[in-house]
């Protein structure tokens, strides 16, 4: 009897074929994936965390009983921000008069804190009052004006460059 021929295969290393590849791409893609986001969340801060949460909402009945001084007085806020010129200019009314003098007023930016700004304001005895500015970037800007004793404040929020004109009032607050 003739011995039974055997299908002889060429035998090669698994390392030459390409499907154990192709399997193990997955996995090496999930760990790599996961690799990013662990450098990630380390890497980057999340500005929208307050680290003293229970101090700072202690200060929120403070803030509100200083938009509720600004509405007693009837105060509102007209700002305008000339890009060209680069000056942002503002009028105050008030039902009780106008507060001049000393004042504080901060551009928040909705999303990055290192980009807020806080411009001393004079104001005049009408209230009106001129400050240069650098160029403002394309943001939703929370805006505060509040006087140096911190006794009131107007808050509200200007869309720029969508509003090149805002009307804040103690009333929308």
């Not at 996961?34 to 380390?42: A, R």
């Not at 305008?80 to 001049?100: E, K, N, S």
């Amino acid at each position: 009897m003739q011995s039974m021929n055997t299908l002889e295969c060429p035998s090669t290393p698994w390392y030459k074929h390409r499907w154990p590849w192709l399997i193990m791409l997955g996995p090496f893609l999930v760990v790599l994936a996961g690799s990013y986001t662990i450098w990630l969340s380390y890497s980057q801060q999340d500005a929208l965390v307050v680290g003293d949460y229970y101090r700072q909402g202690k200060a929120i009945n403070q803030d509100l009983r200083r938009d509720q001084a600004a509405s007693r007085l009837g105060l509102s806020l007209a700002l305008h921000f000339d890009a060209a010129a680069g000056r942002l200019t503002g009028a105050m009314r008030g039902a009780q008069g106008i507060p001049h003098g000393a004042m504080t007023l901060r551009l928040v930016h909705s999303t990055r804190p290192e980009k807020d700004i806080v411009l001393p304001v004079v104001a005049d005895a009408e209230g009106h009052f001129a400050v240069s500015l650098p160029m403002l970037e394309m943001a939703r800007w929370q805006v505060m004006l509040e006087d140096q004793g911190r006794t009131w404040r107007i808050n509200g929020v200007w869309p720029w460059p969508q509003q090149a004109t805002a009307t804040l009032s103690a009333d929308q607050s």
